[in-house]
């Protein structure tokens, strides 16, 4: 059975069997990891090119982990010191590629839509490794494998994500993916960083971090970026870190086992507490590695759908 | 050149005329009206069940020229215009240079003489401040009378509170209305359509309503406190409308305009990126679309502009947040006000007629067009019962930028007279 669509541009819209087949596909990979040879050849012959243009160390390395595991040419692309700098467009820059016989396109993006532009200018398989405030849909798949792995399932858990959701791709895809797949979501975070009418998507609201932890299964912890319009959507750090940082008080406080999510890179001490991220709750080494899995397991299904 | 429209139905609502006849009409002027008419020498255009109105102006176009005419010329703003069914359009000064001198008003007036004939009268909308920087007046006076027609510095707001009310007192005194592009900077940057669900959903920046409510609802103070004329240009929100209507109640020199893609479209139809459902203000929702329409009907609305803003193919291939501000709008108004506005009930052809002539020409001081014998022939004819599919292809326009291609519509331009000249689509 193979995925609907040609392109992975986001969890909007994905259907419950599409999401279940990557993540039942990842499963197989993540054994693959675990080999001391840990190359398979499905994508022998392919080429894939990663075009970065934002910066971002760790899905970058993610995605060429899992394309050089999958045994496929990998074209590294990023946006500094190239032609985009230049004032060269996404359709030109993204042409050029094409040109060069180019099978797949993994494409970061500062802008909502970007990877969407995309696929109306080339034929390449697209995969969306994050457009501007809209999808990471990788991230979130990975998030999901995650908890899955962790609790065994998605249906009926109450999942939980904290920080600026209005700026988030990570929590958008997080909320579609889980919303599909049957989980109870909620967010949390000043209303300063809750976009407008959020609650039509499904998902509950939180300002206070403590009336929503005693019901929480699992929380994913987005990283605080300070550099973003710093002192209009919060005062400071320190303040930040006394309401919604999540720290061992607070988890004990609320009174249960509480899986615990970070996308990475974490800022240790102001979103979550060192012990809180080393805790034995805390999956967020697991979700590096299985984001290979599920990466590779994105890779693998688009390429043999062709 | 003589014609003979025969069989049309003549609506003028200054006159409140509307019925079924003939007219005459020989070297650009009216000659005689009655049903019947048999004249050898003319043309016949046979109009039954067409409609003859009094010429259509558009308040809000952006010609481009000078300074932007890879996206659009005078000759072609002013052809697209005629294609569409207007005889007149203003036009908004963020040319280069800008018209914040009347050098550039002359040159702008001049050029449009001698395009088409001058089948399209161009009124040049100046600037209020130098350079449209939004800090010192630009000379009012004299761009006035230069001919002039209106002040605003669209594409930006008049930011600054004490700005706006010096430049209300000083417009004032000629009788010249300021027109604001009321939108608050601070609330909007880096926004790129409307923040509500749909932005939400597709994470892109927003542009909350309140800040095209926060600006209007401090000019209105303002225009009250000066006793000036204020426009507001290109409407979009609920709160915006209910303002407008609680000023007129008052007995405010407040008027505005919407235009056809904000009575026509919502936000969701951002929803695949399509850049050219990008334009400032932007889309919004379903419930600003409703008080719009009241609006309309209830009289609150006095205008019909299109806000007509060419962008060329490439400026437009890019992503949404990347893509510049704006669409077209001359060539699809008349069939998107038939069919939004008059056959579902909101308008009356008549008052369709008033806010697309009567009304806007009101607005800039201009002369009531009359259809009598005698008069000048200034006339708007259009079929309001054909049915057409809109081709972007097919746009006199230099530019294509339309969310509404392949939209079916029912109302369509026949053809344009004035000036002695006519043009027929
Ligand atoms: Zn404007």
């Known amino acids: ?52 243009f934002e910066n971002s160390t760790r899905t970058r390395l993610s995605f060429e982990l899992a394309e050089r595991r999958l045994s496929a040419d990998v074209l590294a692309f990023q946006a500094t010191g190239s032609s985009v700098s230049k004032g060269e467009t996404l359709k030109d820059t993204a042409r050029n590629i094409e040109a060069m016989k180019v099978d797949m396109v993994v494409m970061r993006h500062s802008a909502a839509g970007a990877p969407h532009y995309l696929v109306r200018v080339i034929d ?12 990471h849909p990788t991230q979130a798949l990975l998030d999901m494998y995650t908890i899955r792995e962790k609790l065994g399932r998605l249906e009926g858990l109450h999942v939980c994500i904290v920080g600026d959701i209005a700026h988030s791709r990570v929590a958008r895809s997080n909320i579609y993916g889980l919303r599909t797949m049957g989980a109870r979501v909620s967010v ?14 499904g998902v509950d609201v939180y300002h206070h971090i403590d009336d929503v932890l005693p019901t929480v299964d699992a929380l994913n912890v987005l990283r605080i970026q300070m550099e973003r319009d710093a002192g209009r959507l919060f005062p400071t750090l320190r303040e930040y870190h006394n309401f919604y940082g999540v ?60 | 050149m003589q014609y003979l429209l025969k069989n049309g139905r003549l609506i003028d609502p200054l006159t409140g005329r509307d019925e079924e006849t003939d007219i005459h009409i020989v070297d650009g002027k009216i000659g005689r009206i009655a049903k019947n008419l048999n004249v050898p020498s003319a043309q016949v255009i046979e109009l039954k069940g067409k409609i003859v109105a009094p010429g259509f102006i558009d308040l809000h176009v952006h010609l481009r020229e000078p300074g932007f005419e890879y996206k659009e010329t005078i000759l072609t703003g002013c052809t697209a215009a005629a294609a569409g069914g207007f005889t007149a359009v203003c036009c908004m000064p963020n040319t280069n240079p800008p018209i914040d001198d009347e050098s550039v008003v002359r040159l702008i007036k001049e050029r449009a003489r001698i395009a088409m004939n001058g089948l399209v009268d161009v009124y040049p909308v100046a600037a209020v401040t130098k350079g449209r920087k939004g800090e010192h007046l630009a000379p009012l006076s004299e761009l006035a009378a230069a001919g002039a027609v209106a002040f605003s510095d669209d594409g930006d707001p008049v930011h600054d509170a004490e700005i706006m009310r010096r430049a209300l007192e000083y417009a004032s005194m000629f009788n010249r209305p300021v027109i604001q592009h009321a939108q608050d900077i601070p609330m909007t940057k880096g926004g790129a359509m409307n923040e509500g669900f749909t932005a939400t959903r597709l994470g892109i920046p927003g542009m909350p309503p309140v800040a095209e409510d926060a600006v209007l609802a401090r000019d209105i103070q303002i ?97 949404y947040q990347s893509a510049p501000f704006g669409i077209v709008g001359l060539e699809t108004a008349l069939g998107l006000v038939v069919t939004e506005l008059v056959n579902s009930g909101v308008l009356t052809l008549s008052q369709m007629i008033e806010k697309m002539s009567t009304n ?33 292809q097919a746009f006199k326009s230099k530019s294509k930028n339309s969310p509404f291609g392949g939209r079916k519509l029912t109302g369509k331009p026949v053809g344009v007279i004035n000036n002695g000249e006519a043009y027929w689509i």
């Open chain 2, 223 to 319: 225009t009250k406190y000066t006793g000036a004329r204020y426009h507001l240009a290109h409407m979009s929100t609920a709160g915006a409308t209910a303002m407008v209507r609680a000023a007129k109640a008052e007995g405010l020199h407040v008027t505005c305009e919407v235009t056809p893609h904000h009575f026509s479209l919502t936000d969701e139809a951002v929803s695949d990126f399509d850049t050219n459902t990008k334009m400032n203000p932007p889309l919004r929702t379903r419930e600003d679309v409703d008080a719009l329409k009241k609006g309309l009907k209830d009289g609150t609305i006095d205008v019909i502009a299109t806000d007509h803003a060419p962008h060329s193919f490439d400026e437009k291939q890019v992503e």
């Open chain 2, 360 to 392: 806007p020409r009101r607005i800039v001081n201009l002369p009531e067009i009359r259809i009598a014998e005698g008069e000048q022939a200034n006339l708007t004819i259009f079929d309001p019962a054909a049915e057409w599919i809109v081709d972007v």
């Open chain 1, 247 to 306: 720290t061992r008080q607070r988890l004990e406080k609320a009174g249960r086992a509480i899986t615990i999510l970070h996308p990475g890179p974490i800022n240790r001490d102001v979103e979550i507490s060192a012990d809180v991220a080393d805790s034995e709750h805390s999956v967020i080494l697991q979700q590096v590695l299985n984001g290979v899995a599920v990466r590779m397991a994105v890779l693998y299904l688009l390429s043999s759908r062709n």
């Open chain 1, 188 to 201: 949390c975070g000043p209303a300063t960083m809750i976009p407008r009418d959020i609650e039509r998507l």
């Open chain 1, 1 to 52: 059975m193979p995925l609907k669509s040609k392109h992975l541009l986001g969890l909007d819209g994905m259907s419950r069997e599409d999401i279940t087949l990557i993540l039942d596909t990842a499963v197989s990979f993540r054994e693959v990891l675990e080999r001391p040879i840990k190359k398979v050849p499905p994508l022998q012959g392919k080429t894939v090119a990663n075009m970065f």
């Open chain 1, 124 to 135: 390449a398989n697209v995969i969306n490794a994050g457009d501007g405030g809209h999808e």
